[in-house]
Each structure stands twice: as C-alpha cells, then as structure tokens.
C-alpha cells in the first residue's frame, strides 16, 4: 500500500461520512503526518508509509469522521504570515477574518502621523488579528488582545510565544472592554465578535456547533449584541478620530451602519469579502 492508495481510501470514507472536503483533509493529513506540505506532497505518494504512520492516519481520518475540525486534529493552521496553534479553547481563525487585518493595516498607512498608536483587538481567541498586525505592520504600536475567556488568553500566549511576537503584544482577561477607566485612550479598537443569532446556532455544520466554543459564536437574538455593547464602549475610550473595525455576519450590513449612525460614528464603510459578501464594518468617531 503506497500513500496514495490510503489517501484515496481515507478520501472515499470521509466523503461516503459527509465530509465534502475529505480528500483535502486526507492530504492534510498526510502532509503532517510526513512532515511535509500538502503542496510537496506529490513526491511521497508512490512511497510506502510505515505502519506507526498508518495507524495515526487512521485516528486521524475517524476524528474528522465525527465531525471533529481538521484544524483541531492538526493543532496548527496558517493565517497570514502565521502559523498558529488551534484547538477547542478558540475559535478557528478563517480566511475572511484576514481581509479584516488587512483593513486595519491599510487604514494605518495611511495615517503615518500617529505615533505608536494604540491599538486593541476584543475577543482576541488565539490572538490571530493582533499577533498578525504585530507581525506585519512596520511602525511602533502598543498592541492588546483582550478576552473574557482565559482559556482563549492561555492559547493566545501561547501563540505570542510561537510566534516570537510576545515583546510585541499583551494579553488579557477582560470582559469586552470593561476594564478601561480611563477615556480617550485608545486609537483603534478591532473585533471578530460572535455574531450569530442565538437560535441560528443550534443549526450550524456540526464541525461548527460541536467543536468549535458557542461563547465565540453566539451574538445573542439577533446576532448584534456585541456590536451595540462594544461601540458604546467606543465612545468612551477612543481617542477622537479613532476607528472600530468589526468583522460582521453577511446579512448585517444595513444593521450595522444603522446602529454605527445612532453612535454618531462617521465615514462608515461595509466592505465584501473575497466572495462578494458583507464582511466587514469600520467606522471613525468625530
């Protein structure tokens, strides 16, 4: 049996399970289990894979069989420039949420005159958004990550520390932006927060609602109640001519720059994702 035949194997099952993107997975897989990229994985396939490897293939492939997320299984997965550890204290970092950095980064470039402005990503997870800005952004900036979980803060560390950015950001337990006392603190504040509506949980892809932690999903009835908590926090604590950045469910858009307006925010902008859905929100306090 040659790794190609067992990668084909493992596909079959994990479609035949419901798993649409088995073969991926199964290469995925495979990748790590070799030590390779999936994307050299072409050069291994007519070799025959020892016994130990097989074995782990199999774990592996039953664990998505259930409906367990490959990112999980793996215990690392890219964003951006990084490679992050992931597992059940976080939610997984996902491709839109890059368009969101990006956002961010572009939005400071173009405001150079802001000396080590201070920036604060709420809900931060495994630290994706602000461990990427810390990563890519040239200038000076005072960097925090903030979640209510400490769980998420703990694996968040963690991946300051596999990074090499933990000179860079800190991190804490923090309920949203309760902690604060001073005003005008803060120049930007970012957040990916749950925003699902509560009742729409229960129906997500099982790989979602089984795995993946409700605290980082669940946006209460109709999905914005974080948004409307962390914008009035917004007021106090931005600096004027500081700016949210917010990643927003695709039906939102309309809801948001409604409820940003009756903030008094201005020059609010909802951008599309890559696929051509809402995505994301941002907005500049006078």
């Known amino acids: 049996m040659t790794w190609r035949d067992i990668i084909e194997k493992s596909s079959r099952f994990l479609i035949a399970k419901g798993i649409d993107d088995g073969e991926s997975a199964s290469e995925f897989l495979a990748a790590r289990l070799l030590g390779v990229t999936r994307g050299m994985l072409a050069a291994t396939l007519a070799k025959q894979p020892e016994q130990k490897h097989i074995d782990a293939m199999r774990r592996g492939v039953l664990r998505l ?48 005159y802001l000396s080590a402005p201070f920036i604060v990503d709420v809900g931060t997870g495994t630290g994706a958004i602000i461990l990427s800005i810390a990563k890519e952004y040239k200038g000076e900036a005072i960097l925090l990550g903030s979640d209510v979980s400490e769980e998420a803060i703990k694996l968040a560390k963690e991946n300051s ?47 979602v609602k ?45 809801q948001i720059r409604k409820l940003m307006r009756n903030y008094g925010f201005e020059n609010i902008e909802i951008r599309q994702d890559l696929a051509g859905r809402d995505r994301y929100a941002s907005g500049i306090l006078p």
Do not use: H
């Open 210 to 254: 089984d795995f993946e932690p409700r605290l980082a999903l669940d946006g209460g009835k109709e999905g914005l109640d974080f948004y409307d908590r962390y914008l009035m926090d917004a007021l106090n604590l931005l600096k004027s001519g500081g700016a949210v950045f917010f990643e927003i469910g695709e039906s939102q858009g309309e």
């Open 65 to 112: 069989a259930s409906g367990e997320p490959l990112q999980y299984i793996l215990g690392e997965w890219d964003f951006r420039a990084l490679t992050l550890k992931c597992d059940r204290r976080a939610l997984i970092p996902r491709p839109e949420t890059e368009g969101l950095v990006s956002l961010v980064l572009s939005y400071l470039a173009k405001k150079s």
């Open 161 to 207: 520390a596999k990074t090499k950015l933990e000179n860079k950001v800190e991190f804490v337990v923090m309920d949203g932006l309760d902690d604060f006392e001073d005003p005008g603190i803060i120049d930007i504040i970012i957040s990916n927060p749950p925003y699902i509506a509560s009742a729409e949980c229960d129906r997500l892809d099982r790989r």
